[in-house]
């Protein structure tokens, strides 16, 4: 009797297992892929802010630095959870530093 239930057991494990694993997959890649898009507009805000401040229009400069913060800081809470879902988050100081810093960086202006 336990042979069976150990038996349906692995069944029930080995179905159910790649199921979830492509799940947190999916999981990861929409984290990573929202990384990649918004750390590349936060970058690109940014050097339109330092144009503008060049420019002389701290104002429009400070908006866009503002705009580029946000960016920032949506792209690296999604890095965050990344790791989290492949569980790499062995070590995240330099990322959650990251995100300090965006956040400064948001408020600096």
Not at 13 to 18: A, D, E, G, V
Not at 51 to 74: H, M, P, T, V
Request: glycine letters at 4%; hydrophobic letters at 40%.
């Amino acid at each position: 009797m336990k042979r069976i239930i150990s038996i349906i057991l692995i069944v029930v494990i080995f179905i159910y297992s790649p199921a979830v694993y492509a799940y947190d997959i999916e999981k990861y890649k929409v984290q990573f892929n929202s990384w990649n898009k918004n750390i590349k507009i936060a970058s690109d805000l940014l050097d339109e802010a330092e144009k503008e401040l060049k420019n002389g229009n701290e104002i429009q400069a400070c908006l866009k630095q503002r705009e580029a913060a946000n960016y920032g800081i949506e792209a690296t809470e999604s890095l965050i959870k990344a790791f989290q879902i492949s569980g790499s988050t062995d070590d995240l100081t330099n990322i959650r530093d990251g995100l300090s810093k965006w956040k400064e960086l948001k408020d600096f202006c």
